[in-house]
């Protein structure tokens, strides 16, 4: 695949190397031809010196025929106007964009852009981490907006129905793990000992899901 | 019904044009992000017309009443800033109509209604046809 990034910071030059090293044809371009320092002897891509929304920049980056394109300057505005524009003008299929500003990142999101946001992510990393919680995230959803977490079932739950640990739109079971295999129960499958449950929540209901589960 | 209007970029454009629209009888709110530039807008409109904020936040859009308004104007200095702000202004609020400023010729390609721009003010391009006009001697 051909892939573009735009901003050669830490992240935009790992990325970098992480795709290039994965056998992508990578053009990193960026203000600071310095910035290109970070790139190591090991980069096999192309470094390409200027503006991310030069649209001469842009053609020298062959962007009509990118496969995708990652915005990841210093700028929030900057990364939205080029992940706009990449989309839009280009049609680069996959389209990626860094925001620090997380209120930001949700308005972003419904104008059809694919937003990352380390501030999210970072926040809900630590708060977890902080927390010491029998509630083990096995998989992060969008920006760690929603989560699949498991536990072991505790004694308060078993004989009970799955519809007891239900909350509709916030808070599913999606599996059970039972005599070492999962299987996909209804909301009337009774729980029972030695139950490793897996549910989605979303983050805004983990302290519901804890106080369903009896761990506050 | 008055016309309502949103400036986002409290600089000399926009405070030139908030009077200009003020004059005609337009309900006009500036947003201005640089609390320092605020005390001069402050003297230079009516307190009220002035808000302090990101123009590229929702949060400060939706507080400068953007749902109800005919019009926003995005004058800031920075281009990227004011594509922010005519795409939000489209897209994610529904404004009828989107003016917006470039700053530098080379963006004049990206200020399209593709990224919410009905209207492009350039004022380099703008300036430079004035003063080849009235360089000609007839």
């Given amino acids: ?216 | 019904m008055a016309m309502k209007v949103i400036i986002v970029g409290g600089g000399k454009v926009g405070t030139s044009l908030a009077l200009l629209l003020l004059e005609k009888g337009y309900s006009v709110k500036v947003i201005e992000a640089e609390r320092e530039k605020l005390s001069r807008l402050q003297q230079d409109l009516p307190a009220d017309v002035v808000a302090l904020g990101n123009g590229t936040d929702p949060v400060v859009l939706e507080a400068a009443g953007i749902l109800g308004v005919d019009v926003v104007a995005a004058t800031t200095g920075q281009d990227e800033t004011n594509l922010v702000v005519t795409n939000l202004a489209r897209f994610a609020f529904n404004v009828a109509r989107i003016v917006a400023r470039v700053n530098n010729p080379k963006n004049a390609w990206m200020f399209t209604p593709m990224m919410g721009v009905d209207v492009a003010v350039n004022q380099a391009d703008l300036m430079a046809s004035l003063i080849a006009k009235e360089s000609v001697i007839e």
């Fill in chain 1, 1 to 216: 695949m051909r892939i573009i990034i735009i901003g050669c910071g830490r992240m935009g030059a790992g990325l970098a190397l992480t795709m290039s090293q994965r056998g992508h044809a990578v053009a990193v371009v960026d203000k600071d031809p310095t910035s290109f320092g970070r790139l190591g002897p090991s980069f096999k891509g192309e470094a390409i010196e200027g503006i991310g929304f030069d649209r001469d920049v842009l053609l020298a980056a062959h962007v009509e025929r990118a496969d995708g394109l990652a915005a990841l300057t210093a700028s929030d505005d900057a990364n939205v106007v080029i992940g706009r524009v990449a989309s839009e003008v280009f049609h680069v299929p996959r389209v990626v964009a860094r925001l620090y500003d997380p209120r930001k990142a949700n308005i972003y999101g419904r104008l059809g852009l694919h937003t990352i946001s380390p501030t999210i992510w970072g926040i809900s990393q630590a708060a977890e981490l902080l927390s010491y919680s029998p509630l083990d995230a096995i998989l992060n959803l969008g920006s760690g907006e929603a989560n699949i977490v498991t536990t072991e079932i505790p004694p308060l739950l078993v004989g009970k129905a799955v519809s007891e640990l239900t909350v509709r739109g916030e808070i599913h079971v999606v599996a059970i793990g039972r005599s070492g295999k999962p299987f996909l129960p209804t909301l009337g499958t009774e729980f029972q000992w030695g139950d490793i449950v897996y549910l989605v929540v979303l983050a805004a209901s983990t302290d519901r899901l804890r106080a369903l589960l009896g761990l506050t």
